[in-house]
């Protein structure tokens, strides 16, 4: 929970230093026959065989999630709002820190501290007199670190609104602040497995995203040409004649000010809580106001106390955090306050990039933030902070950096335009451009991770995103196959299609997947066949006649990775019972191959390797494909390991279809031939 360290060597050198000097020094030699106040070498060596004894009786046996599970309650108060009764978004990221710090440590039963925060975005408001709910278990272990899901939800009459999820890695740390092994997870509900899966994947992307952030760049500027890169680079806004450069000593000439004449109850207010001065606003339009970036450059510096620190008198993880959104805060609120913004302007924190914490901090220390604002775009501010930590009469060390996005907020709660931003330096420069790639990685996730009813169901291709696309289109496949809330009706099924190999098999429909205007088919049964063979069969692109029937012609067009790739398929029109012009699919496979469970997921992709031509109509499906799990016999005697006996495998098979492919498929016609073909597939 408090500021973790990537090289434990390091961490423990950092950790005694610091020690050290918060204490001067205190020796517990004997002088002038008087003992000093610093602790007995015995009850420094009783210390650390009881830190000893706390590793040593550990147990390393596999846990399940349910045994890491925390839940946090909190009553919103008005010391946790802000001036429009919204939860500030520090609060959240402390409250979520100390429920993922315990979680962790219940299943590592050690100390445990932050060592990174995912990418988060708040999408739903908590306000004033919400009862929150903040969850929180052990998704996965590695070896050292375990990745926490944390999940915020409110209590409503319309039963728990979700206001927003998060992953944090923590580490174990024994009494000398080194990492110690931590014991694996083991997923129980289908739910527990999803998560585990994913776990894994999320792992692999916080290794790349820097990467990803640079290409990114890269294709944004190769895109938007010479004049994309001038207005990047902010040559072109200083050139238009309509801008209002806005200096330091300028901006408060520009306009002559305007006595105040509003209520001096809502005056006072508004400087308590740090927003827009009060000055009327002028005809000018804050989008063409360019401020300099060095005008919005911030220093905050906090000492941390005793209640700011952890049991290992680290500082809290959530309190470091929660300090960047009032850095970030106060840097945005002094580069809205222009005479063009409205007095009554303020501002919300809408996202948090992922976090890394680089070293410790600890009680006694002196923690400097160094704020600014990266890149303005219309209605939010991209803030970039450093964070540093300073023993007294210590070094500075950098303990942390992050990037908070904010978004201007009138009285009304609406977006409203902020001014625009300009660097100076060479240095602010390459921030300026680097917030162009944090952006177009954010829109990208958030395509990914929430379909647009207006944009249609097809992903645009990109191989900086493949990674991204690849965990987006399993997670799409496990989140429908799981999903409970939706409206699934039991069909029957056709008595001349049940298969003599496959039992305990029944179709469900649903006929609107959360408004999408997609419906879902999901069947699910029991085949007579190792589960490895029948993943081989599903997997076999030459072959897939075999088992779907209904398929006219399919091949792999692109080979992405050693568990993705990109293929075509083609169905004939006429399936529905009715003559039309046949179809055809882009999809993109995923798979994944765990010890008790094969995911084969396919969806939708406008890749280049595969343009629409007038031969086909282009269909469209989300996420669909297969789950397979061992049977086990209710015997208990049966291993599905065991080659030499008969194994049966469940599995489920989800289609999700567009308007197109539902026309294709003759869909609510329960006699329909695909139907039948489907099943029977």
């Known amino acids: 929970m408090g500021n973790a360290c990537v090289n434990p060597k390091s961490y423990s050198a950092a950790r005694t230093n610091n020690i050290n000097n918060v204490r001067g020094q205190k020796s517990v030699e004997m002088k002038d026959g008087v003992k000093s106040s610093g602790r007995s070498k015995d009850a420094r060596s009783l210390k650390t065989l009881v830190g000893f004894a706390k590793v040593a009786n550990r147990s390393m046996e596999p846990k399940g999630v349910s045994e890491s599970m925390v839940h946090f309650f909190e009553i919103v108060s008005q010391e946790h709002c802000d001036r429009r009764n919204v939860v500030r978004a520090g609060c959240l990221l402390r409250w979520m820190d100390i429920c993922a710090c315990l979680s962790a440590e219940k299943h590592g039963q050690l100390s445990s501290v ?45 039963g728990p609104r979700i206001h927003c999820r998060a992953y944090f890695t923590f580490v174990s740390l024994d009494h000398h602040g080194v990492k110690c092994k931590v014991p694996k997870v083991i997923p129980e509900t289908e739910s527990e497995r999803d998560n585990f899966i994913l776990a894994k994947e999320r792992r692999q992307l916080r290794f790349k995203k820097k990467e990803m952030i640079e290409t990114l760049l890269s294709q944004v500027l190769s895109e938007g040409g010479e004049k994309g890169e001038d207005e990047i680079r902010g040559r072109a806004m200083t050139d238009n004649p309509e801008v209002v450069r806005a200096h330091p000593i300028k901006s408060q000439t520009s306009v002559k000010p305007k006595a105040w004449t509003g209520n001096r109850k809502r005056l006072s207010i508004m400087l308590r809580e740090g927003f827009a001065e009060p000055i009327a606003p002028n005809s000018a339009h804050p989008e063409r106001v360019v401020r300099s970036m060095t005008e919005s450059m911030l220093q905050m510096t906090k000492v941390v106390l005793p209640s700011d620190a952890n049991h290992m008198n680290n500082t809290f993880g959530g309190n470091i955090m929660s300090w960047m959104d009032d850095a970030a805060t106060v840097c945005a609120i002094k580069h809205i306050r222009h005479p063009s913004m409205k007095p009554d302007t303020g501002l919300a924190t809408i996202a948090v990039d992922s976090m890394a914490f680089l070293g410790p901090s600890m009680t006694g220390d002196r923690v400097t933030f160094f704020a600014q604002i990266n890149r303005a775009f219309g209605t939010t501010l991209e803030v970039g902070i450093r964070v540093e930590a300073q023993a007294l009469g210590g070094p500075m060390r950098h303990i942390n950096s992050g990037y908070l996005t904010l978004m201007a907020v009138d009285s009304r709660g609406k977006p409203t335009a902020v001014p625009k931003i300009e660097p100076d330096t060479e240095k602010q420069k390459e921030q300026f451009l680097k917030a162009i790639g944090r952006r177009q990685l954010r829109m990208e996730r958030k395509k990914l991770t929430g379909e647009n009813k207006n944009t249609g169901l097809s992903w645009n291709w990109s191989d900086e995103m493949a990674n991204e696309i690849s965990i987006a289109n399993i997670y799409g496949l496990l989140k429908v196959a799981n999903a409970y809330d939706l409206p699934w009706k039991r069909e029957e099924l056709p008595k001349d299609v049940q298969a003599n190999n496959i039992f305990d098999m029944k179709m469900e429909v649903t006929r609107d997947t959360w408004g999408l205007g997609v ?41 992405v990775d050693e568990h993705n790739d990109v293929i075509w398929t083609a169905y004939p029109g006429k399936l529905s019972g009715k003559d039309a012009k046949s179809k055809d699919f882009c999809l993109y496979r995923s798979w994944r191959m765990d010890d008790d469970r094969y995911i084969v997921s396919s969806r939708s992709i406008n890749h280049p390797s595969v343009p629409p031509t007038d031969d086909y109509v282009r269909g469209e499906v989300l996420p669909s494909g297969f789950i397979l799990t061992p049977w086990i016999m209710d015997d208990g005697m049966t291993d599905w390991r065991d080659d030499t006996k008969q194994q049966q495998t469940s599995f489920d098979y989800v289609v999700q279809l567009d308007k197109t492919a539902q026309e294709m498929a003759g869909f609510g016609n329960p006699d329909s031939p695909y139907i039948k073909i489907m099943v029977k597939s």
Do not use: H, Y
């Not at 999408?123 to 004033?128: F, G, Q, T």
């Not at 589960?531 to 080979?559: G, P």
């Open 114 to 158: 932050t060592l990174s925060m995912d990418d988060l975005s708040f999408d739903i408001p908590a306000v004033l007199g919400d009862v929150l709910e903040i969850s929180a278990t052990v998704n996965n272990a590695f070896n050292t670190s375990m990745e926490v899901g944390v999940q915020v939800l409110s209590m409503s009459p319309n």
């Open 519 to 559: 419906a879902t088919v999901r069947i699910s049964g029991v085949v007579s066949c190792k589960m490895s063979s029948m993943f081989t069969k599903i997997m076999d692109v030459a072959n897939r006649k075999n088992w779907d029937v209904a398929i006219q012609e399919s091949k792999v067009m692109k080979n």
